[in-house]
């Protein structure tokens, strides 16, 4: 261990020694993102999709979400990607 990461307590060490503890809740929502392919081409998309992508979801993985999300019990369900319709 170096000089430096031993004036740090671990991550662990920190939360406990300031009484936290960290446990995961209910999700409440699904986000699912479905490829990059659209119809369009914005010059502002940060996922800079368009009608030239071909990174798709998979049949398979849409099957396992679909029955994810059943068993989930989720709020909402949020579908995104380049253009979910598409897909």
């Known amino acids: 261990m170096s000089e430096s990461s031993s004036q740090f307590p ?3 060490q920190a939360l406990d020694d300031h009484g936290i503890s960290l446990t995961r809740d209910h999700a409440h929502i699904l986000q699912i993102n ?3 392919l659209c119809d ?3 010059k502002h998309c940060h996922l ?3 009608p030239h992508r071909i990174e798709l979801m998979e049949r398979s ?3 396992d979400i679909i029955a994810f999300a059943g068993r989930g019990k989720f709020n909402i369900i949020d579908i ?3 253009a979910p319709e598409l897909v």
Do not use: K, R
Request: aromatic share 6%; charged share 10%.
């Open 80 to 82: 995104t990607g380049g």
């Open 34 to 36: 479905t490829g990059l």
């Open 61 to 63: 993985t849409m099957d």
């Open 48 to 50: 800079d999709a368009g």
């Open 40 to 42: 369009l081409a914005c």
């Open 10 to 12: 671990s991550f662990t």
